[in-house]
């Protein structure tokens, strides 16, 4: 699922077949289920959201919940899978909030999504992403 969710982003390099390395997904995701995080996979393997808990970058006491990775595949996007998934993600993330394990979460959309309005369900924006090739 890692390799098809990376096959539709957007910049080249994550597309190029060269660049996977199949040991450093295994060890990431390996960490993220060690307790730096959480995969969600439905019962069928045909969605996935992966999310890990990383130090801000400016002030690494402050620890983050980042969602990685949501990806559902093609011939399941029109169903609630995608959305199921999402929801389990936003009540975990709000337990680890409330608890203080977390300072905050964050999600993301990704530019061949469709723009999803997380303001009506608790989030407020921080930055958005650009790049160049």
């Given at each position: 699922?890692?390799r098809q969710y990376a096959l539709e982003s957007s910049p080249q390099a994550l597309r190029a077949e060269t660049?996977?390395?199949?040991?450093?997904?295994?060890?990431?995701?390996?960490?993220?289920?060690?307790?730096?995080?959480?995969?969600?996979?439905?019962?069928?393997?045909?969605?996935?959201?992966?999310?890990?808990?990383?130090?801000?970058?400016?002030?690494?006491?402050?620890?983050?919940?980042?969602?990685?990775?949501?990806?559902?595949?093609?011939?399941?996007?029109?169903?609630?899978?995608?959305?199921?998934?999402?929801?389990?993600?936003?009540?975990?993330?709000?337990?680890?909030?409330?608890?203080?394990?977390?300072?905050?979460?964050?999600?993301?959309?990704?530019?061949?999504?469709?723009?999803?309005?997380?303001?009506?369900?608790?989030?407020?924006?921080?930055?958005?992403?650009?790049?160049?090739?």
């Amino acid at each position: 699922m890692m390799r098809q969710y990376a096959l539709e982003s957007s910049p080249q390099a994550l597309r190029a077949e060269t660049n996977h390395d199949a040991d450093h997904v295994t060890q990431l995701i390996f960490q993220i289920v060690s307790g730096r995080g959480f995969a969600l996979v439905d019962d069928d393997y045909r969605g996935m959201l992966l999310a890990m808990i990383a130090p801000n970058l400016w002030c690494p006491k402050a620890l983050i919940l980042h969602e990685l990775a949501w990806w559902v595949k093609h011939e399941h996007r029109n169903g609630t899978l995608g959305g199921r998934l999402w929801a389990e993600f936003n009540m975990m993330a709000q337990s680890m909030v409330d608890s203080g394990r977390v300072a905050y979460a964050c999600t993301t959309v990704m530019a061949n999504s469709p723009l999803i309005d997380y303001t009506k369900r608790g989030y407020r924006p921080l930055e958005a992403t650009f790049f160049k090739e």
